[in-house]
T-cell receptor
Framework: DGGITQSPKYLFRKEGQNVTLSCEQN?????MYWYRQDPGQGLRLIYY???????QKGDIAEGYSVSREKKESFPLTVTSAQKNPTAFYLC????????????????FGQGTRLTVV | GQQVMQIPQYQHVQEGEDFTTYCNSS?????IQWYKQRPGGHPVFLIQ?????EVKKQKRLTFQFGEAKKNSSLHITATQTTDVGTYFC???????????FGTGTRLKVLA
């Protein structure tokens, strides 16, 4: 099945630790995104990448890092510099270079719920 | 910076009542998409609007894109408990490949 997979589903982090969230897609999408969602809130963009080996900061990039070494993979590292990392993290991919803006919907992973203990 | 605001932030309705959420952008959009996120789930694509003034329907859901391509609305007729969730719009900034998600409207339907 084609799709986008995030792992793990639940993650616990001790204060001061770095953790990495995985995001893999087999949809052949160029663009990939990381969003943070706090309870009852909207989606805030952390980082996005439109092509391999390139990525841009979103609105809340501080305390996070990403890499895009392969088209299929866009891992997110939550560093110890992120002071309030407890949240729901969503990865998405999207095909942007299409004819007449067709088939450009974003596909989201199931999310990773990160808790600091 | 570019922003996409949605109103209302929350809406509680009785089952059978109608519901509307509005999406407003500070800049012109190439297209707008709508997503639904069920409680505990992830956003799922509903529809995309591209043309100025476009209206699309999906059963009880009606989507509109404004003439100036800066605003959009989602109207649900006769809500059902299965409509519960958060509805997000996402606008593609003109001349870019960047989508901006709206702040979302959380809908609760009381049986």
């Amino acid at each position: 099945d084609g799709g986008i997979t995030q792992s793990p589903k639940y993650l616990f982090r001790k204060e001061g630790q770095n953790v990495t969230l995985s995001c893999e897609q087999n949809l052949n999408h160029d663009a990939m995104y990381w969003y943070r969602q706090d309870p009852g809130q909207g989606l805030r963009l952390i980082y996005y990448s439109q092509i391999v080996n390139d990525f841009q900061k979103g609105d809340i990039a501080e305390g996070y890092s990403v890499s895009r070494e392969k088209k299929e993979s866009f891992p997110l590292t939550v560093t110890s510099a992120q002071k309030n990392p407890t949240a729901f993290y969503l990865c998405a991919s999207q095909n942007l270079r299409t004819y007449a803006q067709q088939n450009t919907e974003a596909f989201f992973g199931q999310g990773t719920r990160l808790t600091v203990v | 910076g570019q922003q996409v605001m949605q109103i209302p932030q929350y809406q509680h309705v009785q089952e059978g009542e109608d519901f509307t959420t509005y999406c407003n952008s500070s800049t012109t959009l190439s297209n707008i998409q709508w997503y639904k996120q069920r409680p505990g789930g992830h956003p799922v694509f509903l529809i995309q609007l591209v043309k100025s003034g476009e209206v699309k329907k999906q059963k009880r859901l009606t989507f509109q894109f404004g003439e100036a391509k800066k605003n959009s609305s989602l109207h649900i007729t006769a809500t059902q408990t299965t409509d519960v969730g958060t509805y997000f719009c996402a606008g593609l900034l003109s001349g870019t490949y960047k989508y901006i998600f709206g702040t979302g409207t959380r809908l609760k339907v009381l049986a």
